[in-house]
């Protein structure tokens, strides 16, 4: 599945599938400029926790380029992740699903994962 992005006002939805067995996943660059992430919603497919990469950024590379954020989902993990303080980016918002932590490593997971991000554009 490709990126799929929903507006309405500054509202964005963002949902990414990433495929099973993927041997190097793509990083999804969903807007360029600055936006508040409130909400992170996973569906993690797979029996062993996963990584949501985020950067403020455009075109970041995955596995060589430090995240800002690193999310660890669950194995088997279905819902939302509840974000107390909105993260801010003021470049833009790319993220990626990872099966490490950290900066190294680019692999996808061995199971299809579904992510979806609600996010407001601007600095405010």
């Known amino acids: 599945m490709a990126l799929a992005i929903a507006e309405t006002d500054n509202m964005v939805i963002a949902r990414e ?3 099973a ?3 190097e ?3 999804a660059d ?3 400029g600055p ?3 409130y909400g992170v919603s996973v569906k993690n497919g797979d029996a062993s926790t996963r990584y949501l990469r985020l950067w403020d950024a455009a075109n970041p590379v995955n ?3 430090a995240p800002d954020h690193v999310i660890p989902i669950t194995a088997s993990k279905t819902g939302g992740l509840g ?3 909105p993260l801010v980016f003021s470049t833009g918002l790319s993220f990626v ?3 490490v932590g950290g900066t190294a490593g680019a692999t996808g997971p061995t199971a299809a994962t579904d992510v979806v991000l609600t996010l407001k554009k601007g600095a405010s």
Do not use: D, N, P
């Open 17 to 19: 599938q990433f495929s």
């Open 21 to 23: 067995a993927a041997t």
């Open 25 to 27: 996943v793509a990083v």
């Open 30 to 32: 969903i807007l360029a």
């Open 35 to 37: 936006c508040r992430l």
């Open 63 to 65: 596995g060589t380029t």
């Open 83 to 85: 974000i107390s303080e």
């Open 97 to 99: 699903m990872v099966t």
